[in-house]
């Protein structure tokens, strides 16, 4: 009982604060303006960790490498937590071990950033239809521009119908069913 309330608290708190450095890390990469809401509150959420590893790590371009960095350990503390609540011996544990570890933080780090897009896509989609001038508007335009555009220069819209995020969608959902999870059990098989 202990046992799950630990892994749901760190399953919770470090799933939150990967998607926070992740979305300040795309929002950053796709220079979403800075003056709306979404960016203003991943950038107050973030700062305390984001601002002192930046100070080792410096930015790459308008690549954040430490808002990466930190959704890669949060993701890697993720793991390791939920090991050691399952009383894995990670002491004696071998190299494969570690190794699996540093690939579920990858993973983890993938299917993060794949459902942030969806989740923004799903939105804009929504905000296009009941309220297309919300001030999160050109937050969402900036960061899915990257995944629907080269979609919407391949299938015209049909009607007046973007079906762009139908097809990132479904790419999405494939690509996690067919690489991901399967890449994902992998690494899981060597606990």
Not at 40 to 45: E, F, M, P, T, W
Not at 93 to 107: S, Y
Not at 133 to 159: D, E, F, S, Y
Not at 165 to 190: D, G, K, N, S, Y
Request: glycine share 4%; aromatic share 10%; hydrophobic share 60%.
């Amino acid at each position: 009982m202990v046992t799950n309330a630990l892994q749901f608290l760190l399953h919770t708190l470090l799933g939150l604060f990967t998607i926070a450095v992740l979305l300040r890390f795309y929002l950053q990469a796709t220079r979403a303006p800075f003056q709306n809401p979404l960016s203003q509150a991943v950038v107050a959420l973030t700062s305390f960790a984001v601002k002192p590893l930046r100070r080792i790590i410096p930015g790459w371009g308008n690549l954040d490498i430490s808002s990466l960095l930190l959704a890669f350990l949060a993701q890697f503390l993720l793991h390791l937590g939920i090991q050691l609540t399952r009383e894995f011996p990670l002491l004696v544990a071998g190299q494969p071990v570690w190794i699996a570890l540093l690939g579920l933080a990858l993973i983890g780090v993938i299917k993060f950033s794949i459902y942030i897009f969806l989740y923004a896509v799903i939105l804009q989609a929504i905000l296009s239809w009941f309220s297309p001038r919300t001030v999160i508007t050109p937050a969402l335009q900036a960061l899915t521009k990257p995944v629907l555009h080269p979609i919407q220069k391949l299938v015209p819209m049909v009607n007046g119908i973007d079906l762009s995020p139908l097809i990132v969608f479904i790419i999405a959902e494939l690509i996690l069913i067919l690489l991901v999870t399967p890449l994902e059990i992998q690494f899981l098989r060597l606990f």
